[in-house]
């Protein structure tokens, strides 16, 4: 769910930001403030779920991938003292 929140909110974005910039250059276009608008509302908020949702993941996973660190250090460690050398 991650990839698909931060891809959409990104391709909403891109396409509130073009739009906008070619609504400046373009009159034609000038009529399009309530769909940038909701354009800029569902961009942010799908782009803020998709940050919440990789902090929550990030956290919830740092203590595992911690200790997998250490071990791997430890590990490596280990095969250099073996080989002569020290840290």
């Known amino acids: 769910m991650n990839r698909f929140t931060k891809n959409i909110g990104m391709l ?12 400046a250059f373009i009159p034609a276009l ?13 961009a942010g908020i799908f782009i803020l779920l998709a940050v919440r949702f990789d902090h929550s993941r990030s956290t919830a996973t ?26």
């Open 62 to 87: 740092r203590s595992t991938d911690q200790v997998a660190s250490n071990k791997s250090l430890e590990h490596s460690k280990g095969a250099i003292s073996c080989c002569g050398l020290s840290l």
């Open 30 to 42: 000038g009529g399009l403030g309530v769909v940038l608008a909701i354009l800029a509302i569902a």
């Open 12 to 23: 909403l974005l891109a396409i509130w930001l073009i739009l906008s910039g070619l609504a």
